[in-house]
């Protein structure tokens, strides 16, 4: 079936800065359409007309006031829900977020506690549907997988085994792109994924943080692979619909002069805007492909970022995909907006051809063993060297082992994939709790009458996500210290100005104290602690150069 890319806008309310500074707003929506104003606070020579724009869904959600304001309900029902029938009904889907930092694609995406974003809805809402669909004869599997793709090289938030070493991205002639390594779990309720994605947001804060990161630069990708199994009763033969659903939080788009970024940021951000930039170009060729352009050029850029080659199914290929760009309502971002706009309106021409993914595992398997065995007879008849349009012996062994896994993967029983989930669990759990960190189900949920510190971050996202408990006498220190005579953290930090043992932190007939060891650089409220120092609760500390944290004293706090 081929359908054109759907494309929706939602524009974010004022933040606090702009509420104060009373800016202005350039953003009407009536119904499917968008209209960007010129700022009246922009040159009057230059006036220029407002610019119009069409797409399938405009959410206004500046002014909860205002009749046409959407809610998170309201763009899931509009949005999500129509993924999830795809899916359902054995389509791969995606939706993926784009707009400038700042603008609202975390909040749409995952939203918080209070007002839960496409995501967590999605996934609950597919367990319900679930419980009201499943039968005798039809039955559900369903397998997630979350990754992060920073500075170009990808990683796996689920697997703490790999979460520290970048994936390689492969392209396989039966499978497509794929992340060798990346773990796909097993999951029987919303409940599970829930807590996988709460893990997953910690390992993803940990990583940000000790990347000085204050913001969360780098790309998300949470898959959900639904199975329906249908079995006939009398004849005993089974069928099967396999569908991935691809949830894509993009790095905010963003320009270096803008945001004064400098040495590692720019390269970080340079390593985004590459990402997006090749994103453009992809997206700005498939739409010059369906537009009957002079200029045609078969040839699609996929694989120039790691991004739009896992991506490529889904821009132009077999899915069902939506783009949802968010927008900043306020004055001075005109710019940026009119990008983003001017992004999404490309991105509406593009034509996918989705098909329904029947049996796909048994012939996938089929075609591996063949090609298993082609391999290993070529491998029979292989020398170290090879002649032009030959493979070497090392290159088949490569492409042997590579196959063979993806056949291991493919054969799994379920029982086998919820066995390795809670492998992968536990030793999560226990990388968390190594590093002094609480392992919660969901959100902060902490302990009465405990000292606690909690993260602080200037990224909604990525803020009070992290719990570490206080013992009575608790060190805080570099993670490097294994395989020596010093005695490892209880808190475990890593990044500039962290020392191997960094301050103590003790309690002492119900007061909590803090010393640095050996000059280690530690703030207080803003001013450098250079001997043994009182907290008290809501204190804003500082270790090294970027790791904040705020204090809790449930004494003091009631």
Same mark, same amino acid.
């Given at each position: 079936?081929?359908?054109?890319?759907?494309?929706?806008?939602?524009?974010?309310?004022?933040?606090?800065?702009?509420?104060?500074?009373?800016?202005?707003?350039?953003?009407?929506?009536?119904?499917?359409?968008?209209?960007?104003? /010129?700022?009246?606070?922009?040159?009057?020579?230059?006036?220029?007309?407002?610019?119009?724009?069409?797409?399938?869904?405009?959410?206004?959600?500046?002014?909860?006031?205002?009749?046409?304001?959407?809610?998170?309900?309201?763009?899931?029902?509009?949005?999500?829900?129509?993924?999830?029938?795809?899916?359902?009904?054995?389509?791969?889907?995606?939706?993926?977020?784009?707009?400038?930092?700042?603008? *609202?694609?975390?909040?749409?995406? &995952? *939203?918080?506690?209070?007002?839960?974003?496409?995501?967590?809805?999605?996934? #609950?809402?597919?367990?319900?549907?679930?419980?009201?669909?499943?039968?005798?004869?039809?039955?559900?599997?369903?397998?997630?997988?979350?990754?992060?793709?920073?500075?170009?090289?990808?990683?796996?938030?689920? #697997?703490?085994?790999?979460?520290?070493?970048?994936?390689?991205?492969?392209?396989?002639?039966?499978?497509?792109?794929?992340?060798?390594?990346?773990?796909?779990?097993?999951?029987?309720?919303?409940?599970?994924?829930?807590?996988?994605?709460?893990?997953?947001?910690?390992?993803?804060?940990?990583?940000?943080?000790? &990347? $000085?990161?204050?913001?969360?630069?780098?790309?998300?990708?949470?898959?959900?692979?639904?199975?329906?199994?249908?079995?006939?009763?009398?004849?005993?033969?089974?069928?099967?619909?396999?569908?991935?659903?691809?949830?894509?939080?993009?790095?905010?788009?963003?320009?270096?002069?803008?945001?004064?970024?400098?040495?590692?940021?720019?390269?970080?951000?340079?390593?985004?805007?590459?990402?997006?930039?090749?994103?453009?170009?992809?997206?700005?060729?498939?739409? #010059?492909?369906?537009? *009957?352009?002079?200029?045609?050029?078969?040839?699609? %850029?996929?694989?120039?970022?790691?991004?739009?080659?896992?991506?490529?199914?889904?821009?132009? *290929? $077999?899915?069902?995909?939506?783009?949802?760009?968010?927008?900043?309502?306020?004055?001075?971002?005109?710019?940026?907006?009119?990008?983003?706009?001017? /992004?999404?309106?490309?991105?509406?021409?593009?034509?996918?051809?989705?098909?329904?993914?029947?049996?796909?595992?048994?012939?996938?398997?089929?075609?591996?063993?063949?090609?298993?065995?082609?391999?290993?007879?070529?491998?029979?008849?292989?020398?170290?060297?090879?002649?032009?349009?030959?493979?070497?012996?090392?290159?088949?062994?490569?492409?042997?082992?590579?196959?063979?896994?993806?056949?291991?993967?493919?054969?799994?029983?379920?029982?086998?994939?919820?066995?390795?989930?809670?492998?992968?669990?536990?030793?999560?759990?226990?990388?968390?709790?190594?590093?002094?960190?609480?392992?919660?189900?969901?959100?902060?949920?902490?302990?009465?009458?405990? /000292?606690?510190?909690?993260?602080?971050?200037? #990224?909604?996202?990525?803020?009070?996500?992290?719990?570490? /408990?206080?013992?009575?006498?608790?060190?805080?220190?570099?993670?490097?210290?294994?395989?020596?005579?010093?005695?490892?953290?209880?808190?475990?930090?890593?990044?500039?100005?962290?020392?191997?043992?960094?301050?103590?932190?003790?309690?002492?007939?119900?007061?909590?104290?803090?010393? %640095?060891?050996?000059?280690?650089?530690?703030?207080?409220?803003?001013?450098?602690?250079?001997?043994?120092?009182?907290?008290?609760?809501?204190?804003?500390?500082?270790?090294?150069?970027?790791?904040?944290?705020?204090?809790?004293?449930?004494?003091?706090?009631?």
């Amino acid at each position: 079936m081929s359908d054109k890319i759907k494309v929706a806008v939602r524009v974010r309310p004022f933040n606090r800065r702009e509420l104060e500074l009373a800016t202005e707003n350039v953003i009407e929506m009536n119904d499917s359409q968008t209209i960007l104003k /010129y700022p009246a606070t922009l040159d009057k020579m230059e006036r220029k007309p407002p610019k119009m724009f069409a797409f399938d869904h405009c959410f206004y959600s500046t002014d909860p006031v205002a009749e046409n304001f959407a809610s998170q309900e309201l763009v899931f029902k509009d949005v999500g829900r129509d993924i999830l029938d795809n899916a359902f009904q054995g389509y791969n889907a995606c939706i993926f977020a784009y707009g400038q930092t700042g603008s *609202g694609k975390s909040y749409t995406m &995952m *939203g918080n506690q209070e007002n839960k974003g496409i995501i967590p809805r999605l996934c #609950d809402e597919l367990f319900a549907s679930i419980a009201a669909k499943q039968t005798d004869e039809l039955n559900y599997k369903v397998e997630v997988s979350y990754m992060e793709i920073y500075n170009e090289k990808v990683h796996d938030l689920l #697997d703490p085994k790999t979460s520290k070493q970048s994936l390689k991205v492969r392209e396989h002639n039966v499978l497509g792109p794929y992340v060798d390594g990346l773990s796909q779990l097993a999951v029987t309720s919303f409940m599970d994924i829930d807590n996988l994605m709460a893990e997953g947001n910690k390992s993803r804060t940990v990583a940000a943080t000790n &990347m $000085n990161s204050e913001s969360s630069r780098s790309h998300a990708v949470f898959t959900v692979v639904l199975t329906q199994t249908l079995i006939d009763t009398l004849s005993g033969v089974t069928g099967e619909k396999v569908s991935r659903v691809s949830l894509v939080d993009l790095a905010g788009s963003e320009r270096a002069v803008k945001t004064g970024a400098v040495g590692e940021r720019l390269k970080e951000g340079s390593n985004i805007n590459k990402s997006l930039t090749t994103l453009g170009l992809v997206i700005s060729k498939l739409a #010059d492909q369906t537009s *009957g352009s002079k200029n045609k050029d078969k040839f699609v %850029p996929y694989r120039d970022s790691v991004l739009t080659w896992l991506l490529k199914d889904n821009l132009g *290929g $077999n899915s069902k995909t939506v783009m949802l760009a968010t927008l900043s309502p306020a004055a001075d971002n005109y710019e940026e907006t009119l990008s983003t706009l001017r /992004y999404a309106d490309r991105a509406k021409r593009i034509v996918n051809h989705a098909v329904v993914n029947e049996d796909p595992n048994a012939r996938i398997i089929r075609e591996l063993r063949m090609e298993v065995e082609t391999l290993r007879e070529m491998l029979k008849h292989a020398t170290g060297t090879s002649l032009p349009g030959e493979m070497k012996r090392v290159d088949i062994h490569d492409k042997l082992a590579e196959s063979e896994n993806l056949m291991k993967q493919i054969s799994q029983t379920w029982e086998e994939k919820l066995e390795k989930t809670e492998q992968i669990q536990s030793e999560r759990q226990q990388a968390l709790e190594k590093m002094g960190i609480s392992v919660q189900d969901s959100g902060i949920k902490v302990e009465k009458n405990k /000292y606690y510190l909690v993260n602080l971050n200037a #990224d909604p996202s990525l803020n009070e996500l992290l719990v570490y /408990y206080l013992k009575e006498v608790t060190l805080i220190g570099g993670h490097n210290n294994e395989g020596t005579t010093k005695q490892l953290p209880d808190i475990q930090l890593m990044g500039l100005g962290i020392q191997p043992e960094h301050c103590l932190i003790t309690i002492e007939d119900g007061e909590l104290f803090m010393a %640095p060891i050996d000059s280690a650089r530690c703030c207080v409220n803003g001013s450098v602690a250079t001997e043994k120092t009182s907290l008290n609760h809501g204190d804003r500390i500082l270790w090294g150069n970027h790791h904040f944290f705020r204090v809790n004293c449930p004494k003091s706090n009631n």
